[in-house]
Structures are given as C-alpha cells and as structure tokens.
C-alpha cells in the first residue's frame, strides 16, 4: 500500500512538491512550537548580562558594516565545532540580542566565543588593518572607524536602550540616563572592539566560577 502510494506521488510531480512542503511545514511546526512556549528557553543564561551602551553601539555598527554576512555567532551542535568553541549555542544566550546574528555563513570564523582570545590592541589592528595580524586575512580594513566619532553615528542610544527594555532587555533607568556619557568622545573603533571583546564574555565567567567550586 505504501509504495503504491509512494510511486502515485513520484509520477505526479505537483502532489510531490505539496507533499514535501506540508511534512516540512509540519515537522518544523513540532521544533519551533514547543520552544516558543517553553519558559526555560526566555530566560537569560547564567551570568548573561545585557549589553553596556558603549557594546550596544558597536554591535549596532557591527551590523550596519555587514561584519555578520562574513561571521557567524552560533556553535552549532557537531563534534568538530564543539571542539573547537565549546559547548554549542543555545536559544537563551542571546536572549539580549535584537536582531540575532546566528547563522551558518563563515567567510571567517565564528565569533560567539570571541571574549578573551585576543587583546583589544590586536582587534583595533585587525579592524583597520588586518593582514598586519594575519598576513592571509581577505578580510577588508576599516580605517573610518578609527575617525568617526560615535555620538555623530549613534545619536540616539537611549531611544534604542529604550526599546530594547521594551523588548525585555533589563537595563535600568539609570544606565539608559548614563548611556551617552558612556559613548561620548568614543570612536567606532572603540564601541565594535568593545562590543567584539564582549561575546562569549559570560560563558568564560561561569566556566571560571564552576573551576573555583
């Protein structure tokens, strides 16, 4: 019966493709719906902190300089990834990030675990002038964030705090009244290495804490 079936489905093309779609559909329904309602998934992970105002523009400058086209920021759950970053990413690491910059695209490494494999001086180079760091990098160099200056470029950082509370992203009264002060005679430069040196922060932190116990 059931290769009848399958060989009435392989001669009418049509019913074919609408039956692929619907089973995709359905079994893509029963990954993502369980997880939309599942409250363990919303919740922060351990020592996950919103990003300060200084990160959050970077990561905005980040994103407007097309840098997630080239990396990705998510370990996906294969044994050569795992070995090589860490543990594979989950929904609430990013709980923070609007918009998610997941992804599978590596014209460069991941960068979800970034925090502490570099000096900042090494990512200020490796911005403006990357084949000095690594003499095979194809990677671009972005000399003009080294002279812009960040207020001119993110005039408006409590307004997008703002709405990142709205979006139940913690930040405090304080620390969106703060925001400008922070990024004030900051360059580019310093908001994209700040926010780079930032990524995979809390994950270093809490293997720290469970060495020390």
Not at 158 to 186: C, F, Q, W
Request: with cysteine; aromatic share 8%.
């Amino acid at each position: 019966m059931i290769r009848r079936i399958h060989q009435f489905l392989e001669r009418n093309i049509l019913l074919f493709g609408m039956t692929v779609l619907i089973v995709s559909l359905i079994g893509g329904l029963a990954q993502i719906v369980p997880i939309a309602f599942d409250k363990k998934f919303k919740e922060p992970a351990e020592n996950l902190k919103p990003y300060t105002a200084l990160e959050l523009a970077g990561r905005d400058i980040y994103i407007r300089e097309g840098c997630a086209l080239c990396h990705s920021q998510q370990i996906r759950p294969l044994l050569g990834e795992t070995i090589r970053y860490g543990r594979n990413s989950r929904l609430n690491d990013s709980v923070y990030d609007y918009p998610f910059l997941w992804g599978s695209k590596r014209t460069g490494p991941d960068l979800s675990r970034l925090y502490g494999k570099y000096s900042e001086n090494w990512q200020r180079i490796h911005l403006t002038a990357p084949t000095k760091v690594v003499p095979d990098s194809i990677m671009p160099a972005y000399p003009w964030l080294e002279v812009n200056d960040l207020q001119n470029s993110i005039p408006d950082i409590e307004a997008r705090m703002n709405t990142l509370r709205i979006l139940g992203v913690p930040y405090t009264d304080e620390e969106i009244k703060n925001a400008p002060s922070e990024i004030k005679d900051k360059t580019e430069l310093d908001a994209v290495v700040a926010y780079l040196m930032s990524l995979g922060r809390f994950i270093t932190e809490q293997n720290t804490i469970e060495a020390q116990q």
